[in-house]
């Protein structure tokens, strides 16, 4: 699929281009947080690759809100095998709800560290009894003072075991409908009381945790929107995972990634993506993706467009895209 954004996108499509070629030789192998990756983030955000309209006093580029130039970019470094910015729920969840909710003293002393990779946060939503019925939560929220305090468990919490913050969905008002009961709180993660214990996979490895969490107190400002509003909040957090699943950008780059290894891989003397069976999956996959980059492109005409309302779309996008990620991550094991 090629798409044309008009002649006064290419001059913009070519500064993009060149700046990935004066830097195709930068590798980055060290952990999150590492001074490397770091120093590359703030790279990205002062050449206004990463966090474009993100305003300036809060650490972004502080460009304008120009949806195509934002799409070049994400097509642009989807291509090449250059380092991306860093993502991960502070970045592309968090942020964006501060931006929208948050109060100026939270933007100033959270957005800055997270967009450069310095402060890592996880998500402290699902419960033992809570997961798909989120607003079942138990875990309590108290205010004594100038502190909240709290007490419950949280399960599936992605990070937890590298994370400083959490941003965190707890029950403040018992009495409340389970809906409106629920206050969104910025929780320090080096807070007493908490206990992390990693779940171990198959595979050996412990990408989720338990958060086990007694007595813990947090400064009472650490509440996004008003108390008891939370569900409004969370939602609103959501909304913005949902965009960054839906990215097909993200989806291209591994299947360019698979298409060159099936290239070089053989079977019985035969290369892989010449063997028909691969090859068909192959070509389903490719199709699909096209399909999504074309309901994406209706989710950027939207936005473009105002008055048009593409929710529906968004959802329809993530679907495709949490699909064609599972179809395609089974086609590189197959083969």
Known sequence: MDLEYGPEYDDFRSEVTNFIKENEDVKLSGPMRDESRVNWQQKLIDNGYFARSV???????????????LRIIAEEFAKSPIPKAMGGQGIQMLVPTLLSLGTEEQKQ???????????????????????????????????DGDEWVINGQKIW???????????????????APKHQGISYLLMPMDSE???????????????????????????AGNIVGKRG?????????????????????????????LIDLMKTETIDGQRVIDKPIFRDRLLSIQGRLMAQQSNA???????INDGQDATLAKFIVKLQGTELRHELEGLAIDA
């Open 157 to 175: 919490t992605s990070t937890a075991q590298l994370a400083q913050m959490c941003f965190i969905l707890v029950r403040t008002e018992p009495d």
């Open 193 to 219: 009381g908490i206990d992390r214990r990693p779940i171990k996979q198959m595979t050996g490895d412990s990408d989720f945790n338990e958060l086990f969490l007694t007595d813990v107190r947090i400064p």
């Open 55 to 69: 305003p300036k006093e809060y650490g972004g580029y502080g460009g304008d809100m120009d949806i195509i130039k």
């Open 297 to 303: 492109l209706r989710i950027l005409s939207s936005q």
């Open 229 to 257: 509003e939370g569900w409004q909040v969370a939602n609103a957090t959501l909304g913005h995972e949902r965009g960054s699943l839906a990215d097909p950008n993200v989806t291209q780059n591994r299947l360019n990634s």
């Open 109 to 143: 002393a959270y957005i800055r560290p997270t967009l450069r990779g310095e402060m890592i946060w996880c998500q402290g939503y699902s419960e033992p009894n809570s997961g798909s019925d989120l607003a079942s939560l138990q875990t309590k929220g108290e205010l």
